[in-house]
T-cell receptor, first 114, second 113 residues
Framework: AQTVTQSQPEMSVQEAETVTLSCTYD???????LFWYKQPPSRQMILVIRQEAYKQQNATENRFSVNFQKAAKSFSLKISDSQLGDAAMYFC???????????FGKGTKLTVNP | NAGVTQTPKFQVLKTGQSMTLQCAQD?????MSWYRQDPGMGLRLIHYSVGAGITDQGEVPNGYNVSRSTTEDFPLRLLSAAPSQTSVYFC????????????FGPGTRLTVL
């Protein structure tokens, strides 16, 4: 079975500092996408960033960037200049078997300390 | 453009009762799906649909039914509620293009007593 593993159940960071959330996945596909979703206390699932596996360049969205290591099947999320509004659960997700069926990791709860 | 809407936001049921969670999207998306979120488990796929009249099972389908008579609507039915179905339920939709963003509804918190 294809799996997504987030090894850090909880992380904390000081405001304005940088934090990296880890994600590893298991797949036999050669072309696929990877996603990071944010879930704030409001419960709404919000797409943070998306990476296409065939692209060498790491995706970036403002303060959010990824470190994608295809051979190692690693997809970490870096948040720079952390803000109080970044406090949330973060989920790594992968479409199963080249479909739209997302497989989610168990999440990392990020706390931002003022 | 409302995106993905879900009703109700909260629901309390007694064991054995049935109910339908409603989901609708106004983005003309082919793909729709239902997930449940339990503490420490992330989101798990219950059922999904790739278009009107086509549905299939996900990872945790037992105890749930779905149908898709229109592109816009994808209701989830609990046939006989059990305490194990206490969870937060999310509906999502996307175009049927690999890698497209899935848009999530606000969720329904269901408690089964």
């Amino acid at each position: 079975a294809q799996t997504v593993t987030q090894s850090q159940p909880e992380m904390s960071v000081q405001e304005a500092e940088t934090v990296t959330l880890s994600c590893t996945y298991d797949t036999s596909e050669s072309d696929y996408y990877l996603f990071w979703y944010k879930q704030p206390p409001s419960r709404q699932m919000i797409l943070v960033i998306r990476q296409e596996a065939y692209k060498q360049q790491n995706a970036t969205e403002n303060r959010f960037s990824v470190n994608f290591q295809k051979a190692a099947k690693s997809f970490s999320l870096k948040i720079s200049d952390s803000q109080l509004g970044d406090a949330a659960m973060y989920f790594c997700a992968y479409p199963q078997g080249g479909s739209e069926k997302l497989v989610f990791g168990k999440g990392t709860k990020l706390t931002v300390n003022p | 453009n409302a995106g993905v809407t879900q009703t109700p936001k909260f629901q309390v049921l007694k064991t054995g009762q049935s109910m339908t969670l409603q989901c609708a999207q106004d983005m003309n998306h082919e793909y729709m799906s239902w997930y449940r979120q339990d503490p420490g488990m992330g989101l798990r796929l219950i059922h999904y649909s790739v278009g009107a009249g086509i549905t299939d099972q996900g990872e945790v389908p037992n105890g749930y039914n779905v149908s898709r008579s229109t592109t816009e609507d994808f209701p989830l039915r609990l046939l006989s509620a059990a305490p194990s179905q206490t969870s937060v339920y999310f509906c999502a939709s996307s175009s049927y293009f690999l890698g497209d963003t899935q848009y999530f509804g606000p969720g329904t918190r269901l408690t089964v007593l």
